[in-house]
């Protein structure tokens, strides 16, 4: 296959195919926080993150959730339909943690009455702020129909992902999502892995997922084996 560097994010390269509209994913080890200040590698991220991303949009899929994902190809590397990405990250918070229990005060770990979506712009020079439709609006992020499609999707995705991920003893506390547009049609796009969800063990409360990283809680790599082995029963 023909494969072309495209662009270089913070954990993920892109390459263009021989095929017009598809692209080639490869997962790196690197990993980053609070908007890139904090900078380091959590070996074998790169892999762990291709193999979850790969189950969760499977998953989706087969729940009927429109996604971006092909296939995998190799252990670090999955082919997807292009997208032209949505600058607007949509977070979907089941239980208090991170951003939101500092922004409103409440304690990480108290459940929200329902789950809620928050949406915020995707610009890295601004630091990802928190908007809403109305700021989504006046700069022509989305339209108003796809920011509808957005919420819709969340929530769905939110129902699909704690419901499966309860029977594995995990307890889905938060996640972040994009999604991008392919032929006039929203699709999710990106990964679903512990870099962009917050999961904490059901029963003990551990946390299985980036926090382990950016508040240097040891055992990172470990945390994200096992996401993996209680998704798919691999031992990475
Ligand atoms: N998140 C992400 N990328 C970002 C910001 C947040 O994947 O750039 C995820 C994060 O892992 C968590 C959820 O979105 O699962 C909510 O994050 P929060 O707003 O609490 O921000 P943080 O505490 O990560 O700064």
Redesign the pocket.
């Known amino acids: 296959m023909e494969k072309q560097p495209l662009y270089e994010g913070k954990a993920k390269r892109i390459y263009s195919t021989d095929v017009a509209d598809e692209l080639l994913v490869y997962y790196k080890d690197d990993a980053t926080?609070?908007?890139g200040l904090k900078k380091g590698t959590i070996d074998s991220k790169g892999v762990l993150n291709n193999k979850i991303t790969t189950f969760f949009f499977d998953l989706l899929g087969k729940n009927g959730i429109p996604h971006h994902f092909i296939k995998r190809v190799s252990e670090r590397e999955q082919l997807v339909k292009s997208l032209k990405i949505l600058p607007v990250?949509v977070?979907v918070?089941n239980i208090a943690?991170?951003?939101?229990?500092?922004r409103i005060g409440w304690e990480e770990g108290r459940k929200l009455p329902a789950p809620i979506v928050?949406m915020?712009y995707?610009n890295d020079e601004l630091g990802?702020p928190?908007i809403n439709q109305h700021h989504i609006k006046i700069l022509e992020l989305a339209t108003e129909e796809q920011v509808k499609t957005l919420e819709e999707y969340a929530f769905k995705i939110n129902e699909i992902l704690t419901n499966y991920l309860r029977e594995k003893k995990i307890e889905l506390?938060?996640?972040?999502l994009e999604f991008g547009v392919h032929n006039g049609q929203v699709l999710l796009g990106d990964e679903i892995s512990?870099?962009?969800?917050?999961f904490w063990d059901s029963e003990t409360g551990e946390k299985l997922?980036?926090?382990r990283f950016?508040r240097d809680l040891g055992n990172v790599e470990d945390a994200y084996k096992e996401i993996l082995f209680r998704l798919t029963g691999e031992k990475a």
Request: proline share 3%; charged share 45%; hydrophobic share 30%.
């Open positions: 926080a609070f908007n990250e977070v918070r943690a991170g951003s939101l229990a500092k928050e915020y995707k990802d928190l506390i938060d996640f972040k512990p870099d962009t969800c917050r997922d980036k926090d950016r």
